[in-house]
């Protein structure tokens, strides 16, 4: 006789479940209170070394032969500044976060390590400190990415990412391999010091190469596709971390090694800031676009980050051309645009990307046609939202408004005598700059108008809830950092002007603007107040609501009757707009670029053919670059590893013959 055993699933007692929330709770508290004390003395250091002179640090046993090598300057000190104030905020946002959706152990515990990756690439001091660094970054990021790797949406945008960020990688391991070859060394003092000396050739392959790896890592057309696959699946506290912080790093390879290492010495060549510029201007525009068609919040977020990447990366061309041709107050204006862009994007970003955290935290949900009701379900919420989109709309009292102003000045006023090149790029970079605020208006206002204004299009939306209060305050760091980029860049001005000191051939031989209570831009007529605006326009509106206060009591009183609505009085969520139809005009305008997939279907009554009972439309906006640059790539890569698998049918003998062949292949070689 047999006995069958059966094992029965344990049930957590009431008691054990407890102690399982509270170790959540703990390792909540200690992952965010860390990224928080990081985040802070990383804007402690940044402060430091912009005002107090820069700090070098060189660890020989680390690694073997060349250790480890740190030197953080001005430069550097910007960019840790601004991801140790993102990871403060992300920080404190984190401990109500993880709580409330559950993170596992193991992604809190790579978070801190993380943001100190990101803060050692700006203070990497050599090529071998920089890489190791770079990947330290990188790999973190793609753990973190894959927080929540059981479901196949996260693991194939994983996939995805990684095959980018390691292709990125490869471009700069080669560029930055050349560059100290040329160089004679290994620190960058060493290489800035010969880098006059490094043949044009080299110098151009470096600049290509970096060009690729960096702008893989900032979002660059058509090294973007990892963005608006990644930063939707990642929790919300990395997609900031990502967005803001980490994209930055990007940026700061560009200038460091292509506009500082190599600009020492002699100018660069005029075709390189034009390349940055065209780079960053289809960038800008092509974000933008798939933004204002996007109906997943975080991915609108994510396509806003490409078109703000560009405009940063339009910003450093127009600073690089124009020091070519000697035009340095300008080029100073510009590069100043650039900083300021990075500033207050990292602001808006963060908040945006938090908001949006609060928003899938509380539904469940990131798409716009189901959300709306939520400015009533979520005021605070709301509010950190808006201040966000008005961020990144670029309009006045918004966070971008000053760097994009500071943008089209130096695009404006740049020299036109006898300059053809820049007669016809100047331009047209300012009607690329003036169709991406439009665009970034509308996509805005899509997603601030749709998703909290409206009226709630699910169970989920007319359920949620606002955010716990640690989550809000780390908003609200985000929000005041916004508000500061916007109505008070004064602050920022020492600050900028130390960054332009350390970059010579940029800032060294002009002044920025003075970002006073007026912004004042030197040699170049124009200025503007942000605060002054701020104030009036809160003068403007108190008398608005004063005056109309004071009408409403000499109003005569009013007829109470029922309200004639053509039989439609009782109003529902169908007969708003939804992002999709908000956006369906502009998809028709620029429908060759967009290329979406529409399908209408058409249902009757059965009774009759004539009798419509309802149209469904629907639509699918993939990304054109992606289907037409990837997918081919893919299936081609995919057609020859099937190929390549038939040499690989388990023989030892065969083996065994192809390292008889690979041998004797070296010996010729070498002979």
């Given at each position: 006789?047999t006995?069958?055993?059966?094992?029965f699933?344990t049930?957590?007692?009431p008691?054990?479940?407890?102690?399982a929330?509270?170790?959540?709770?703990?390792?909540?508290?200690?992952?965010?209170?860390?990224?928080?004390a990081?985040?802070t003395?990383g804007v402690?250091l940044?402060?430091?070394?912009?005002f107090?002179?820069?700090?070098e640090?060189?660890?020989g046993?680390?690694?073997p032969?060349v250790g480890?090598?740190l030197?953080?300057?001005?430069l550097?000190?910007l960019?840790?500044?601004?991801?140790?104030a993102v990871?403060?905020?992300v920080?404190?946002?984190?401990?109500?976060?993880?709580?409330r959706e559950?993170?596992a152990?193991?992604?809190l515990?790579v978070?801190?390590l993380?943001?100190?990756?990101m803060m050692?690439?700006?203070a990497a001091?050599?090529?071998?400190?920089?890489?190791?660094t770079?990947?330290?970054m990188?790999?973190?990021?793609?753990?973190?990415?894959?927080?929540e790797h059981?479901?196949?949406?996260v693991?194939?945008?994983?996939?995805?990412?990684?095959?980018?960020?390691q292709l990125?990688?490869?471009?700069?391991?080669l560029?930055?391999v050349?560059l100290?070859?040329a160089g004679?060394?290994d620190?960058f003092?060493?290489i800035?010091?010969?880098?006059?000396?490094i043949?044009?050739g080299?110098?151009?392959?470096?600049?290509?190469l970096?060009?690729?790896g960096f702008g893989?890592k900032?979002g660059?057309?058509?090294?973007?596709?990892?963005l608006?696959?990644a930063?939707?699946?990642?929790?919300s506290?990395?997609?900031?971390l990502m967005s803001?912080?980490?994209v930055?790093?990007g940026?700061?390879?560009i200038?460091?090694?292509?506009l500082?290492?190599?600009?020492?010495?002699?100018?660069s060549?005029?075709?390189?800031?034009?390349?940055?510029?065209?780079?960053?201007?289809?960038?800008a525009?092509f974000?933008?676009l798939?933004a204002?068609?996007?109906?997943?919040l975080?991915?609108?977020l994510?396509?806003?980050?490409t078109?703000?990447m560009?405009?940063i990366?339009?910003?450093l061309?127009?600073a690089?051309l124009?020091?070519?041709?000697?035009?340095?107050?300008v080029?100073?204006?510009?590069?100043?645009?650039?900083?300021?862009?990075?500033?207050?994007h990292?602001?808006?970003k963060?908040?945006?990307f938090?908001?949006?955290?609060s928003?899938l935290?509380?539904t469940?949900?990131r798409d716009?046609?189901k959300l709306?009701?939520?400015?009533?379900?979520?005021?605070?919420?709301?509010?950190m939202?808006g201040?966000?989109?008005?961020g990144?709309?670029?309009?006045?009292?918004?966070?971008?408004?000053?760097?994009e102003?500071l943008?089209?000045?130096?695009?404006?006023?740049?020299?036109?005598?006898?300059t053809?090149?820049l007669m016809l790029?100047?331009?047209l970079s300012?009607g690329?700059?003036a169709?991406?605020?439009?665009l970034?208006?509308?996509?805005?206002?899509?997603?601030?108008g749709?998703?909290?204004?409206?009226?709630?299009?699910?169970?989920?939306a007319?359920a949620?809830r606002e955010?716990?209060?640690?989550?809000?305050?780390?908003?609200g760091?985000?929000?005041?950092?916004?508000?500061?980029?916007?109505v008070a860049p004064?602050?920022?001005?020492?600050?900028?002007?130390?960054?332009l000191t350390?970059?010579p051939?940029?800032g060294?031989?002009?002044?920025?603007?003075?970002?006073?209570a007026?912004?004042?831009?030197?040699?170049?007529?124009g200025?503007?107040?942000?605060g002054?605006i701020?104030?009036?326009l809160?003068?403007?509106v108190?008398l608005a609501l004063?005056?109309?206060r004071?009408g409403g009591?000499?109003r005569?009183a009013a007829?109470?009757?029922?309200?004639?609505?053509?039989g439609?009085?009782s109003?529902s969520p169908?007969?708003?707009?939804?992002a999709?139809?908000?956006?369906?005009?502009?998809?028709?305008?620029?429908d060759?670029?967009?290329?979406?997939?529409?399908?209408?279907?058409?249902t009757h009554?059965?009774?009759s053919q004539?009798?419509?009972?309802?149209?469904t439309y629907?639509?699918?906006?993939a990304?054109?670059?992606e289907?037409r640059?990837?997918?081919?790539v893919?299936?081609?890569?995919?057609a020859w590893?099937?190929?390549?698998?038939r040499?690989?049918?388990?023989?030892?003998?065969?083996?065994?013959?192809?390292?008889?062949i690979g041998?004797?292949v070296?010996?010729?070689v070498?002979r």
């Amino acid at each position: 006789m047999t006995t069958a055993l059966h094992e029965f699933p344990t049930v957590p007692t009431p008691g054990q479940t407890l102690r399982a929330a509270r170790r959540a709770r703990v390792h909540a508290v200690l992952s965010g209170g860390l990224t928080a004390a990081l985040g802070t003395v990383g804007v402690a250091l940044g402060l430091s070394v912009i005002f107090g002179g820069p700090r070098e640090l060189r660890v020989g046993w680390l690694l073997p032969l060349v250790g480890v090598q740190l030197n953080l300057d001005a430069l550097g000190g910007l960019f840790v500044a601004v991801t140790g104030a993102v990871s403060a905020a992300v920080g404190i946002y984190t401990v109500g976060y993880a709580r409330r959706e559950h993170l596992a152990r193991f992604p809190l515990t790579v978070l801190p390590l993380f943001v100190a990756a990101m803060m050692l690439v700006p203070a990497a001091g050599s090529v071998t400190t920089f890489l190791l660094t770079w990947e330290l970054m990188a790999a973190a990021s793609l753990v973190l990415v894959l927080s929540e790797h059981h479901r196949a949406e996260v693991r194939s945008a994983g996939v995805f990412y990684a095959v980018m960020t390691q292709l990125g990688f490869a471009a700069i391991l080669l560029a930055l391999v050349l560059l100290s070859a040329a160089g004679g060394g290994d620190s960058f003092d060493t290489i800035s010091a010969s880098s006059g000396d490094i043949p044009s050739g080299t110098r151009t392959a470096i600049f290509l190469l970096t060009l690729l790896g960096f702008g893989s890592k900032a979002g660059l057309l058509p090294l973007h596709a990892w963005l608006p696959r990644a930063h939707p699946e990642a929790p919300s506290p990395v997609s900031a971390l990502m967005s803001a912080a980490m994209v930055n790093m990007g940026i700061y390879g560009i200038i460091r090694f292509d506009l500082d290492i190599l600009g020492q010495g002699h100018p660069s060549p005029h075709w390189w800031g034009l390349t940055l510029m065209i780079f960053g201007a289809v960038s800008a525009v092509f974000g933008v676009l798939q933004a204002s068609v996007a109906t997943d919040l975080k991915r609108l977020l994510a396509y806003s980050t490409t078109e703000n990447m560009g405009l940063i990366t339009l910003a450093l061309g127009a600073a690089a051309l124009l020091s070519s041709y000697g035009a340095m107050a300008v080029a100073a204006l510009a590069m100043t645009a650039a900083l300021l862009l990075i500033l207050s994007h990292a602001a808006f970003k963060t908040l945006a990307f938090l908001a949006a955290g609060s928003v899938l935290a509380a539904t469940g949900l990131r798409d716009l046609d189901k959300l709306g009701g939520l400015a009533r379900r979520m005021p605070g919420t709301t509010v950190m939202f808006g201040i966000a989109a008005l961020g990144a709309s670029g309009l006045p009292l918004g966070a971008g408004f000053v760097g994009e102003w500071l943008l089209l000045q130096s695009l404006i006023h740049s020299p036109h005598d006898d300059t053809t090149l820049l007669m016809l790029v100047m331009p047209l970079s300012v009607g690329a700059v003036a169709l991406t605020t439009g665009l970034g208006i509308a996509a805005m206002v899509k997603a601030f108008g749709v998703g909290f204004l409206a009226r709630p299009r699910s169970a989920a939306a007319e359920a949620a809830r606002e955010a716990p209060a640690s989550m809000l305050t780390g908003m609200g760091l985000a929000a005041a950092a916004c508000t500061v980029s916007a109505v008070a860049p004064v602050l920022f001005g020492p600050l900028l002007e130390r960054v332009l000191t350390a970059l010579p051939t940029l800032g060294g031989e002009a002044a920025g603007p003075m970002l006073g209570a007026y912004l004042r831009l030197p040699g170049v007529t124009g200025s503007i107040a942000p605060g002054l605006i701020a104030v009036a326009l809160v003068v403007a509106v108190l008398l608005a609501l004063a005056l109309a206060r004071w009408g409403g009591r000499h109003r005569p009183a009013a007829v109470q009757a029922p309200l004639w609505a053509c039989g439609a009085d009782s109003l529902s969520p169908r007969m708003q707009y939804t992002a999709t139809s908000f956006a369906e005009p502009l998809q028709r305008v620029f429908d060759n670029v967009l290329r979406p997939e529409t399908d209408v279907e058409v249902t009757h009554y059965a009774e009759s053919q004539y009798l419509v009972e309802k149209v469904t439309y629907r639509t699918l906006q993939a990304d054109p670059v992606e289907q037409r640059l990837y997918t081919p790539v893919v299936r081609a890569v995919t057609a020859w590893a099937q190929y390549v698998r038939r040499a690989h049918p388990g023989s030892v003998h065969l083996y065994l013959a192809y390292g008889a062949i690979g041998l004797l292949v070296v010996l010729v070689v070498a002979r």
